[in-house]
């Protein structure tokens, strides 16, 4: 089983390379303000990541735990449902698992 964990990343070229080889990337899609700043994935360009990188399954990280000022404390999966919604436009073949935040997922090889 072969896993990418982005990280605090954004989009860079080499993404290509893991191209097909994944079984799960798990992709940051949120921050700790109402932006996410520079070298950071948000929903949308975490969904191109995920077109880019063709993983079996993607799942959105880095949402819903923390709140802070303008971070949408009124619907922190706001960001993961994007995610998910944008992955389905550019990386239809790619499923999407939205977890709760300290849930858990099988992967079968």
Same mark, same amino acid.
């Given at each position: 089983?072969?896993t990418?964990?982005a990280?605090d990343?954004d $989009?860079? #070229?080499e !993404?290509?390379?893991?191209?097909?080889?994944?079984?799960? /990337?798990? %992709?940051?899609?949120?921050?700790?303000? =109402?932006?996410v700043?520079p070298?950071?994935?948000?929903?949308?360009?975490?969904?191109?990541?995920?077109?880019? $990188?063709? #993983?079996? !399954?993607a799942?959105?990280?880095?949402?819903?735990?923390f /709140?802070? %000022?303008?971070?949408?404390?009124?619907? =922190?999966?706001?960001?993961?449902?994007?995610?998910?919604?944008?992955?389905a436009?550019?990386?239809?073949?790619?499923?999407?698992?939205?977890l709760?935040?300290?849930?858990?997922v099988?992967?079968? /090889?």
């Amino acid at each position: 089983m072969t896993t990418y964990f982005a990280g605090d990343t954004d $989009l860079f #070229p080499e !993404m290509a390379d893991l191209s097909g080889h994944l079984d799960v /990337a798990l %992709l940051p899609v949120a921050g700790w303000g =109402p932006r996410v700043g520079p070298g950071h994935l948000d929903p949308r360009r975490a969904a191109q990541a995920a077109a880019v $990188l063709r #993983p079996r !399954m993607a799942i959105p990280v880095h949402w819903g735990t923390f /709140a802070s %000022l303008g971070a949408r404390p009124d619907d =922190p999966g706001a960001p993961a449902r994007e995610f998910a919604d944008r992955t389905a436009e550019l990386a239809p073949a790619v499923e999407v698992k939205v977890l709760a935040p300290g849930a858990g997922v099988e992967v079968s /090889a």
